[in-house]
């Protein structure tokens, strides 16, 4: 016995009834305790939904974003890898490549990509724009959300050179960019400080090679702070905005932030 | 003659029973998103194969595996720490983590005991010494899977944190066989409970224990 276990001394019949008292009384509140808890795991899951998930488990999963956005720095980098660990990434996901590519097997036309961003005209950039940015060569992990990952060489020019040159000075920095292809069939948004991280890549080139279609010839977004969802393909649309952007998975149930 | 000793502190019992459903929630949140890319075999036999994934209605919960299991993860965490944390301050550990020299010695020993292989059971404080194993190593099992998961939760941010984990493969891998001890721990536990009777389980909801005469309390 001591002070955090105390000892109650009875006659028999008393402490029976002691018993029975402390049984009642204990698997009434332990009935009551669990009855609540279960109701309160009910009352989430069955709140109204926010883009697919029940809206308190939404909160939580924004404020986890915002908490990961925060503590993101430019000095957290994916960690890089020798040639020797590359392999082979499967096409996984067409939404927005739904062209055909002609008879000779060639990737149907692409005229390039808008920019837009607050107070400027909509402008089209092409693929000699990004290319006569800096270039860059990383070989990182490529992570899809549904947990493989495989090792991939890119190249390509820092988003955050993209937008030193091609967001006027004067515009000043939203909080998000949003990336869609040609007809938005697909779209992805985009935190800042991830966007601007410097593994962040519009990409050209896979493993030495120019892009194929399958992987978003000619031009994609390699950003390996993210889970694969947002690594848009084929990029038709780049807008610098100060309003939370819509993205593909996010409405589909998946988290916004979605980033390693 | 006989007694009711306080067996359970009521903190104590607390955090048993708000962690038992939490973690079987993670466990079940977990096979979701396992599904999805089910990449453990021995040999050509997947350890999880379709069947059970339909079985239990598993399958295409990819996304709702996530929005649980990143939003429950915080109750699984704040009451792991408040249970450690309460048990250093109130002195509970003491009966909780093996002390004496002669622990593995004294628990293989628990062990043949209750397998009728032993007459005797080593001498023991509230909890013998294959109790205070087990009860010691799912905490440390349960940091283990704290610290893998967001090793592999964020392995660009904690890159460092994956790579003390052996890299981001075998993060997942502990991942996973900590899943396992779980469950393991699970069927061992309730079968020890199921052993020790009544007077025993009652003791952990109301967390009074009836000691009769001559028994240890």
Wanted: net charge positive; hydrophobic share 45%; with cysteine.
């Amino acid at each position: 016995m001591n002070k955090h276990h105390p000892e109650i001394v009875l006659p028999e019949a008393d402490l029976t009834r002691e018993l029975k008292k402390k049984s009642r009384r204990g698997f009434l509140l332990a009935g009551l305790a669990a009855a609540g808890g279960f109701g309160a795991y009910k009352a989430v899951r069955l709140a109204g939904k926010d883009n697919e998930v029940p809206w308190p488990q939404r909160d939580v999963l924004n404020l986890n974003g915002k908490l990961w956005r925060s503590y993101l720095d430019d000095a957290h980098l994916m960690p890089s890898y020798s040639a020797s660990r590359i392999g082979y990434l499967k096409p996984n996901g067409e939404y927005g490549l739904d062209d055909e590519p002609d008879d000779q097997g060639n990737p149907p036309e692409w005229d390039g990509f808008q920019l837009h961003a607050p107070g400027l005209t909509p402008v089209t950039l092409q693929l000699s724009d990004v290319q006569s940015l800096p270039r860059h060569e990383m070989i990182t992990k490529f992570c899809c959300i549904e947990g493989w990952s495989v090792v991939q060489k890119w190249a390509g020019a820092r988003f955050s050179d993209f937008t030193r040159k091609f967001l006027p000075a004067g515009a000043g920095l939203t909080d998000f960019v949003y990336m869609a292809t040609d007809g938005e069939d697909y779209y992805v948004g985009l935190d800042m400080k991830s966007a601007l991280h410097p593994q962040t890549l519009l990409a050209w080139e896979q493993n030495d090679k120019p892009l194929v279609y399958e992987h978003g010839a000619p031009l994609r977004l390699i950003i390996p702070v993210k889970y694969g969802i947002k690594n848009l393909k084929r990029i038709g649309l780049i807008r610098y905005t100060n309003q939370k952007p819509r993205d593909y998975w996010y409405e589909r149930g998946y988290d916004w932030f979605a980033g390693l | 003659m006989a007694k009711l000793v306080l067996k359970h502190l009521l903190a104590i019992r607390w955090f048993h029973w708000v962690n038992f459903p939490i973690l079987f929630l993670m466990i079940w949140s977990g096979m979701m998103i396992y599904w999805a890319y089910p990449v453990y075999h021995i040999g050509p036999v997947p350890l999880f194969p379709q069947w059970l994934f339909a079985i239990l209605g598993l399958k295409f919960r990819l996304a709702e595996g996530m929005a649980l299991h990143f939003v429950f993860m915080w109750i699984f965490i704040v009451n792991g720490v408040l249970y450690v944390a309460y048990t250093l301050f109130s002195g509970e550990w003491r009966y909780l983590v093996p002390r004496s020299r002669s622990a593995f010695r004294d628990a293989w020993h628990v062990l043949l005991h209750d397998l009728h292989l032993r007459k005797e059971a080593p001498p023991q404080e509230k909890y013998n010494a294959a109790q205070q194993i087990a009860y010691s190593g799912i905490v440390v099992m349960g940091i283990g899977s704290l610290i893998t998961g967001l090793a592999i939760y964020k392995p660009a941010q904690l890159a460092w944190l994956a790579a003390l984990c052996g890299g981001y493969e075998f993060a997942r891998l502990m991942h996973f066989v900590l899943t396992m001890g779980y469950l393991g721990f699970f069927v061992v536990h309730v079968g020890q409970v199921i052993l020790a009777g009544w007077n025993n389980f009652r003791s952990m909801v109301i967390g009074y224990e009836l000691v009769k005469d001559g028994e240890q309390s």
